[in-house]
């Protein structure tokens, strides 16, 4: 009986005691104590995502989650291991809004997604320019099962939707191909689609008119999905660069959905200079209530193939085989020829596209005036005989200095890479914005360029707890040396990896470690969370 008693006030005073200390001390700081944390990374000069200024905090990372930010020493933490970030800077990993990572996620070699994480990127948007997968909850799940190196999130491609219901024609759908249309959509958006993309350029999408889009966005409006455009026309093609940017707002009021425009640009010397138009556009938008944005790529060339800069879209009408046909058809041929030498003169002529295309080493690296020269034969003709073979990928030298620093001082547009092959975009865009428009010319300061590449992206497309290094969020944070970041990559070598990135973490695991890639895939295939119908 004594014993019990004993053994009773021995317990007495060790639960008094906790309940003491549980009085004292929040929730949240209780818990920590309780367990070590598993990552620590101390004395970085934090950027935190929210645009402001730089400070010194220690970050600590629990499972996949940020559980610390402040000082650790006086916090008394500890953790299972510990980063010495001292002369590094510690920042939310980087959002990419419009990539094409479609087969490099999907492919058993490059599903680590290497080219952006050595850049700092942890999540990519894929899908873009209207071209995705029919079927967004399969892709979703393969990339689950399979492991993925950064977080993913898919959009709906009108192109995609479009070309499955009406063929690679510019027929216009009738009221029940429109229905099904939608129903693509919401299926879309109902398996996880963050919104609809479009490729109003490129073929298919080109032959839809903007009512189309207009009633296709709002299925994905209703579902908390937002509208990205590769637009009609960035340059003279068409509507031109400013009737597109208006097509695109039209599409935000009507839809009643947050429209982002794709990389940019005042595309070729005739529309140069308009980006301050295009600017005060979007501004107006803006301050009518549309959430209009847009992303860009610190380049002067765009990267797209031969075809889609030069053939104008009626000559694309059927597919391929159609238009083979035409280039050979002697009634054709001609206004085809006329049609495409304002196209080259839009893009600034044959001495500014450069064949990037990797798979035949024997032109890769030539400007098309050089391939002209060389078969004695005119830039436009040559070009034909090119695309014959098959669409090769170029890089087109069309953009104005001016133009591209106008657009990046703009808080609303966000650092996008678009990557594609044979261009160095892929490897180089993040880190290049930090070092050449950062460090060197320090047109925008770092604290604004790592918003607009996270949080900012973050909020942009609704992409919950991610792009700010904030207690609670999810733990993609990077570290990087502010004296080396760089990018590698050029259009001679354009596969070649940034450099500075120390350490990339994604949900909470180290993908990046001392600069080189751990084989970690420790992304995920993020889902939309849908929202609660309002009319419910
Ligand atoms: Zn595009």
Redesign the pocket.
């Known amino acids: 009986m004594r014993s019990i008693i004993r053994c009773s006030i021995a317990l007495v005073i060790p639960i008094a005691l906790i309940a003491l200390t549980h009085f004292y001390t929040t929730p949240q700081a209780q818990t920590l104590r309780d367990r070590q944390l598993d990552l620590l990374i101390l004395h970085g000069k934090l950027v935190d995502g929210s645009g402001k200024k730089p400070r010194m905090a220690d970050v600590g990372i629990s499972g996949d989650r940020i559980v610390f930010v402040g000082d650790a020493r006086k916090a008394n933490m500890t953790a299972v291991r510990m980063i010495d970030a001292t002369g590094l800077v510690v920042a939310p990993g980087f959002i990419d809004p419009?990539t094409h990572t479609l087969g490099d996620l999907s492919d058993e070699k490059r599903k680590g997604n290497q080219a952006y994480l050595m850049q700092g990127v942890t999540t990519v948007v894929t899908g873009?320019?209207g071209g995705s997968v029919l079927d967004i909850g399969e892709m979703l799940s393969k990339w689950d099962e399979q492991g993925i190196g950064t977080n993913a999130v898919l959009l709906a491609g009108h192109g995609t939707i479009r070309g499955h219901v009406l063929g690679p024609t510019d027929a216009q759908p009738n009221a029940a191909q429109l229905e099904e249309m939608k129903a693509l959509v919401a299926r879309a958006m109902d398996e996880g689609a963050f919104g609809l993309s479009t490729?109003l350029?490129?073929a298919p999408g080109s032959y839809s008119k903007t009512e189309e889009v207009i009633e296709l966005s709002k299925v994905a409006a209703a579902k908390g999905g937002i509208y990205d455009t590769?637009m009609r026309d960035e340059s003279s093609y068409s509507i031109g660069l400013l009737g597109s940017i208006k097509e695109t707002i039209r599409i935000g009021r009507e839809a009643k959905i947050p429209v982002h425009i794709?990389?940019i640009k005042a595309l070729g010397p005739e529309v140069w200079g308009q980006s301050k138009q295009a600017i005060e556009l979007i501004k107006k938008a803006r301050a009518e209530g549309i959430e209009a944005s847009a992303c860009q790529y610190p380049y002067d060339a765009s990267g797209?193939t031969l075809e889609a800069s030069l053939v104008p879209r009626w000559a694309e009408v059927g597919g391929r085989a159609e238009l083979l046909k035409r280039i050979d058809d002697s009634q054709v041929r001609p206004r085809l020829l006329s049609e495409m030498e304002v196209n080259l003169k839009r893009r600034g002529g044959a001495e500014s596209l450069l064949i990037t295309d990797a798979g035949d080493p024997q032109l890769v690296g030539k400007k098309l005036s050089e391939i002209a020269k060389a078969r004695n034969k005119s830039p436009v003709e040559v070009a034909l005989e090119l695309i014959k073979t098959r669409d090769l990928s170029v890089a087109s030298f069309n953009m104005n200095e001016k133009d591209i620093d106008r657009f990046m001082k703009q808080s609303f547009i966000t650092t996008c890479s678009?990557g594609s092959a044979g261009h160095p975009r892929k490897y180089g865009t993040f880190p290049r914005k930090l070092r050449e428009y950062v460090y060197n010319r320090k047109l925008i300061t770092l604290p604004f360029a790592v918003r607009n590449s996270s949080a900012l992206t973050a909020e942009t497309f609704r992409i919950p707890e991610r792009g700010l290094i904030r207690e609670g969020y999810f733990a993609d944070v990077i570290v990087f040396d502010e004296k080396t970041v760089a990018d590698r990559a050029t259009y001679e070598q354009p596969e070649l990896f940034s450099v500075g990135m120390k350490f990339v973490i994604v949900n909470g695991k180290v993908a990046v470690e001392n600069g080189a890639y751990t084989g970690a895939l420790a992304g995920r295939a993020l889902r939309k969370q849908l929202l609660p119908n309002r009319s419910q």
């Open positions: 419009h873009n320019d490729g350029y490129y590769h794709s990389h797209t678009d």
